[in-house]
């Protein structure tokens, strides 16, 4: 992506590869695109989807580009960002079938479902 310098990169590759190849994990190399894959030059990430292959470079960038206008935090990903606008929304769109709970992430919901495991085999 445009917005990606590997020159400006302060770490080293897992790998221990540099340039424009990366290993893949069957052992081979591929250029940054062959053959309509997006190769990651840093890591053995590979991606026929170029919106997909942007996100992960910012991985290594440590890019933040989503900014939440309430804090100031940044995030690499807007669906990250998303998620916590409810921090300061207050939205809890995910509610347990079992009692009134409701969950800003569906992950908070799951964890909260263990109680009513819990109950059952206790």
Same mark, same amino acid.
Do not use: W
């Given at each position: ?38 190769? =990651? !030059? *840093? #890591? ?9 292959? $942007?996100? /992960?470079? @910012? +991985? %290594?960038?440590? &890019? ?31 509610? =347990? !079938? *079992? #009692? ?9 919901? $799951?964890? /909260?479902? @263990? +109680? %009513?495991?819990? &109950?059952?085999?206790?």
């Amino acid at each position: 992506p445009s917005n990606y310098h590997p020159d400006k990169q302060q770490s080293t590759p897992s790998h221990g590869k540099t340039g424009s190849t990366s290993q893949t994990p069957n052992g081979s190399h591929c250029p940054r695109m062959r053959g309509g894959m997006h190769c =990651c !030059n *840093l #890591c053995p990430y590979e991606s026929r989807s170029a919106p997909n292959f $942007a996100r /992960h470079m @910012r +991985i %290594h960038s440590k &890019e933040k580009p989503f900014k939440c206008p309430t804090c100031q935090k940044s995030f690499a990903r807007l669906d990250t960002l998303k998620i916590h606008k409810r921090v300061h929304s207050g939205e809890k769109p995910y509610k =347990c !079938n *079992l #009692c009134s709970y409701r969950a800003a992430t569906n992950s908070s919901l $799951a964890c /909260h479902r @263990r +109680i %009513h495991i819990n &109950e059952k085999l206790g």
